[in-house]
């Protein structure tokens, strides 16, 4: 009978211990969060991969552009404007004799820190003013409501060409700053509905009942289940805030000679269109494959952090 018990015993124990075994407790057994499985999940996405390259290649020349362009872009030869490619001169030249593929490869550093900069600053302030909104309720709710409302009314390519119009500046901040004034809202209102719904959690309430302070609630318990979906928003609209960059940029009210930026670039090629295509191709292109890139990788994230998809 001993002998019987120790055989059970021993092979329990193996069956615990085997790969398809009902082990408990070693570390591939723990409960994952909605973040390692997000990344699990982001990392066999094929179009995350490709969107995170195509990012990681534009930030890099965005920092280092000489690492591929060895040449100015505003030194310009006006008895080769409207020339074709040539050796060294890959992309040809542009109505004024410009090097196309030099201020290509500049004008991505102009697109993405506008782009990062704007992103940044519309999830922090959309964040902070949102979750307050949502947490507090009340006359702070309803207020911020209709503050959004208003600037929701507001037109961005028309308030652009109001606000901008003034600016003198050639720096991206006038942009940037731009960008953020009109785009808070939006993340505002994704904010204000996640820590709405994450308040009425059991978790919260618990926390409520021990005797929580506020400020504790929302920094340790609301907010980390609630910032997910700002991140989703936050990253599709990067891309949107590059190609509004560039769209104020050919309207002339954005970013102003001699700065580099692809919308420039696309404002002078464009009465050249016949006679020197490629300089409006290959900014246009650019512009097309970034917005694009980041775009996907919105898409991608948003797939891997929404539980309903999976």
């Not at 030099?102 to 999830?123: D, W």
């Not at 929701?152 to 942009?175: D, E, K, Q």
């Not at 509905?193 to 919260?204: E, F, K, L, M, P």
């Amino acid at each position: 009978m001993g002998g019987g018990m120790d055989l059970a015993a021993s092979e329990a124990t193996a069956a615990e211990r085997a790969p398809g075994g009902p082990a408990r407790g070693g570390p591939q057994d723990r409960p994952r969060s909605l973040w390692s499985d997000a990344w699990r999940d982001l990392r066999r996405n094929p179009v995350f991969v490709v969107s995170a390259l195509v990012i990681c290649f534009l930030v890099l020349i965005s920092l280092w552009p000489s690492l591929i362009a060895s040449g100015n872009p505003l030194q310009c030869d006006l008895a080769k404007a409207q020339e074709g490619p040539q050796p060294g001169h890959p992309f040809g030249f542009d109505g004024q004799g410009c090097d196309v593929y030099t201020r290509t490869v500049y004008g991505a550093r102009a697109s993405v820190t506008v782009g990062v900069c704007a992103t940044l600053g519309v999830a922090l302030l959309g964040s902070v003013l949102g979750g307050l909104a949502g947490f507090t309720g009340g006359t702070w709710d309803g207020l911020l409501s209709r503050v959004a409302d208003i600037f929701f009314a507001i037109p961005v390519v028309l308030g652009g060409l109001v606000l901008l119009s003034v600016v003198t500046s050639n720096s991206v901040w006038p942009v940037v700053g731009f960008m953020v004034l009109l785009g808070w809202p939006q993340i505002s209102r994704i904010a204000r509905g996640s820590v709405i719904t994450a308040r009425q959690n059991d978790y919260v309430q618990a926390a409520r009942a021990l005797g929580a302070s506020p400020s504790r609630i929302l920094l340790r318990h609301i907010a980390p289940n609630a910032v997910a979906p700002v991140i989703v928003v936050a990253t599709i609209a990067l891309g949107t805030y590059i190609a509004l960059e560039a769209t104020l940029s050919y309207l002339g009210v954005g970013l102003k000679p001699p700065s580099v930026s692809w919308g420039i670039d696309i404002s002078a090629a464009s009465p050249y269109i016949r006679n020197a295509p490629h300089a409006l191709l290959w900014p246009s292109g650019a512009l097309a494959v970034t917005v694009l890139a980041f775009i996907m990788l919105g898409d991608a994230v948003r797939d891997a952090l929404d539980p309903k998809l999976r």
